[in-house]
């Protein structure tokens, strides 16, 4: 049984930390289309047009894997969490309902439109139908985020003969852990996404490439992401103090903070440190002290428990993996902030025209550079929100023990090994053809449809090849 | 308040069922074209027969995704127990699923089709035997104690799933090559229509096997099935079903091009209630019934007024984008 829990849990862990490569891009992706499709409308400027067709290819590429690594998770928890499903689907599997009827439906239903009908409907029906996939996606990192909440800070209902049963639908959705959940996803999926817009833009203005043409979608990106930036780490710092308040094992986990600090003082924060579980302590650690109340509870001698006071049996295990994933994506948070700072006082100055932005060389440097940095904060950030439950499945109701299949190791075993090759390939031939579909460019003299359409549509008559540009 | 629970099972078991028949219908011709696609002479009629599933086959698909969260809110215990004790058809059917996607998507782009080609329609493949294998395992019957699975995880390596299993691969590619009739012209419509007569007879056959067998698996049924008032409310079915075979038998060789994909689906939804009406009251059978695996009634209805509320809403639009992208399809390519 310990090695089907270990396997089911890596299972679960790869899948998961797969399959959120591929929605974090597709939801922000989804609302740069809608910004581009937008603008070429209001505007009638043509490049807007060819943004919105040379993006949707990167789009699709990825939305294709996203798909196929996220119908597994849909029936994950059935096939290695069956006691979990069963004691706690009364709420979890009802959000998930919700999410495949809110979001994936109307996600699918429309990205064909989207893909695929620029000819066959107007461009204000595509326009909508972009909306409608970049609804759907949102709204499916809403509905995900309301769930993994509820793991996190459990309410709105009560355990009766080992099953949780809803009494409030409000207090359980809007449990404590939700909103800020919700806002802290959606903001690195908004951030990951400007930094791989902005990113491959300005790769193309460093190989001189159409700089004119790329600076459009460059500038898109720095005028959302000045702002995303410093909200996703107020968002940040709310999540983290809802951790402290509602999960204050996996908060002290996360700092590698042992003792509780006694009234009056402040918690001492460690910058750096190797905590140590077996010992039940930092091997070593440089602190400053005082700062780790200020960060909690933003008060000076504010109470922050610390691991000591939960038995080694509750705490979370992979004390080094927690404290360092954390502080990448806390790094990260920052980087991209300095390097917004950096480009609004360029663009300020008047250095992004296509005459001058090429003799900015490290500035498109840090900008290319930036392109996995969303990604890496990302799993960061869930390898500390999910590790850091442990050892509970659902804080509090249920330990991740109980709540796994009992499986056959060597049956978990092969799944987990299918799914490593699977996803294998996956990246592979992703990294390779969105290469070759970067490598080729955008067509900048593609003709868009037209705005206003004379003739009424025919839906009916076939549509001739040389029409449909591809 | 035994009564209102009854009542929602059944509402939440009808619209299950919904969900499940647009599923089967939706992704069956998809997988069934996806099948088909192995006996594709050229990839300029791969191309086209690919071409019929480009804008709707992700859709199709999200009607799996949806029967699942659905499963899981509305019968929780019955989500965690059929999975759990279907656990290699249910993964061997998610990675034909994983490779299907990343098949299609990716060989528009690659130079060299064939290996992705093949990947598509073995998936395709794949996927419909571990669903058909994964029926006839739920027919067998789940053993289960206290809600926890205690089966073997190769139950379903039995000879009755893996009937069940060659009636649904035939089924899907019936419900292919009428789809091909609907959607293509020249050579591949008569092609079509070929496999569509051959795979009619085929399906029609291990239809009346599994018919004739599952009595004999699964007891519950056999009472049911031979005793009053059960038998006459199941008479329709099989007699809808016949009927729609021979009318389909008949369209074919008329040569009509929408009425074979009809009479089709009518068979598929006669086989789909007799399914229906022989399980209930269980939905796990030996093991669970449908009150005993549904969730709260608060969550039975606050499912019902969003998810149930929505399930129209969602018809529309998805008729809607079979609607923009009707018509034949001359030329390869996703763009029709």
């Known amino acids: 049984m310990a090695d089907t829990l270990l396997l089911a849990r890596s299972q679960f862990a790869l899948t998961a930390l797969f399959h959120i490569l591929w929605p974090v891009l597709t939801i922000g992706l989804s609302l740069f289309l809608v910004v581009n499709e937008t603008l070429w409308i209001r505007s009638r400027d043509p490049d807007y047009y060819r943004h919105a067709r040379f993006w949707s290819k990167l789009f699709i590429l990825n939305f294709g894997v996203g798909v196929a690594s996220g119908v597994p998770l849909e029936f994950e928890f059935g096939t290695n969490w069956a006691p979990f499903s069963a004691a706690m689907g009364d709420f979890f599997g009802n959000i998930l309902g919700f999410e495949g009827a809110m979001a994936f439906m109307l996600e699918a239903g429309f990205l064909g439109i989207m893909l695929f009908g620029w000819r066959r409907v107007a461009p204000k029906i595509h326009l909508f139908a972009t909306c409608m996939v970049a609804l759907g996606a949102s709204l499916s990192a809403f509905w995900i985020m309301v769930a993994n909440s509820w793991m996190q800070t459990p309410a709105g209902g009560v355990m009766q003969h080992g099953r949780f049963v809803v009494t409030s639908y409000t207090q359980a959705m809007f449990n404590p852990a939700a909103l800020w959940g919700v806002g802290h996803m959606w903001f690195a999926c908004l951030e990951t996404s400007l930094l791989v817009i902005g990113a491959l833009s300005a790769w193309y203005i460093h190989k001189n490439r159409h700089p004119e043409f790329f600076l459009k979608s460059l500038k898109i990106a720095i005028a959302a992401a000045v702002l995303v930036a410093p909200l996703q780490i107020f968002l940040g710092d709310g999540s983290g103090r809802v951790v402290f308040e509602q999960q204050p094992a996996k908060g002290a986990a996360v700092e590698g903070h042992w003792r509780t600090n006694p009234p009056g003082t402040g918690a001492p924060w460690a910058v750096v440190a190797w905590p140590d579980k077996a010992r039940q302590r930092n091997d070593w650690a440089i602190t400053i002290p005082g700062v780790l109340s200020l960060l909690a509870t933003h008060r000076l001698t504010g109470q922050v428990t610390g691991l000591k006071a939960f038995p080694p049996a509750d705490q979370p295990p992979a004390l080094p993996l927690l404290f360092y994933a954390f502080r990448l994506m806390v790094a990260i948070g920052f980087y991209v902030l300095a390097l917004m700072l950096w480009s609004v006082w360029l663009w300020y100055r008047g250095e992004l025209t296509a005459e001058r932005v090429g003799r900015h060389r490290r500035w498109l440097l840090a900008w290319i550079g930036a392109l996995p940095l969303g990604y890496l904060a990302v799993e960061s950030g869930w390898i500390v929100r999910e590790v850091g439950r442990q050892p509970w499945i659902v804080n509090g109701l249920m330990r991740t023990a109980a709540g796994v299949s009992a499986l056959p190791p060597g049956t978990v075993l092969a799944s987990l090994i299918g799914y490593a090759l699977l996803y294998t390939l996956l990246l592979t031939a992703f990294l390779v053809f969105a290469r070759r579909t970067l490598r080729k460019g955008p067509d900048v003299t593609a003709e868009p449809p037209p705005l206003k359409p004379a003739a009424p549509l025919q839906v009916n008559a076939p549509v001739p090849h040389a029409l449909e540009d591809d | ?336």
């Open chain 2, 1 to 336: 308040m035994e009564q209102v629970i009854g009542l929602l099972a059944d509402i939440w078991f009808v619209l299950l069922g919904v969900i499940l028949a647009l599923y089967v219908v939706l992704d069956g011709f998809t997988l069934g074209v996806g099948m088909l696609t192995l006996f594709s002479p050229t990839e300029e009629r791969r191309g086209i027969l690919m071409g019929t599933l480009g804008s709707v086959w992700d859709a199709n698909e999200t009607w799996l995704v949806l029967l699942g969260g659905a499963l899981f809110g509305a019968f929780p215990a019955a989500y965690a127990l059929l999975l759990h004790a279907l656990y290699i058809p249910v993964i061997i059917m998610l990675f034909g699923m994983i490779l299907r996607a990343a098949a299609f998507e990716f060989r528009e782009h690659a130079e060299a089709k064939r290996f992705w080609n093949l990947a598509f329609a073995m998936a395709s493949l794949v996927i419909a035997l571990a669903q058909g294998v994964a029926l006839g395992t739920v027919l067998q019957g789940i053993p289960s104690v206290d809600g926890a699975y205690v089966g073997s995880v190769f139950d379903w390596a039995r000879p009755f799933p893996l009937l069940v299993a060659l009636g649904v691969v035939c089924g899907y590619g019936l419900l292919g090559a009428v789809y091909l009739i609907l959607r293509t012209e020249g050579i591949i419509q008569t092609r079509a229509r070929f496999a569509a007569r051959l795979l009619a007879w085929l399906t029609f056959a291990v239809a009346v096997a599994v018919t004739v067998w599952t009595p004999f698996i699964y007891p519950q049924v056999a009472t049911k099935w031979f005793s009053l008032p059960g038998f006459f409310l199941i008479l329709p079915l099989p007699v809808a079903g016949f009927a729609a075979f021979l009318l389909l038998l008949r369209a074919l060789a008329r040569g009509h091009e929408a009425a074979p994909f009809v009479w089709t689906v009518v068979i598929f939804l006669a086989s789909f209630g007799g399914l229906a009406v022989s399980l209930h009251p269980y939905i796990v059978p030996p093991s669970l019934t449908l009150t005993q695996a549904a969730a709260s009634p608060a969550t039975l209805i606050f499912m019902l007024t969003g998810i149930g509320m929505l399930l129209p809403v969602m018809m529309i639009y998805n008729g809607y984008q079979y609607l923009v992208f009707r018509g034949k399809v001359t030329v390869p390519g996703y763009h029709h």
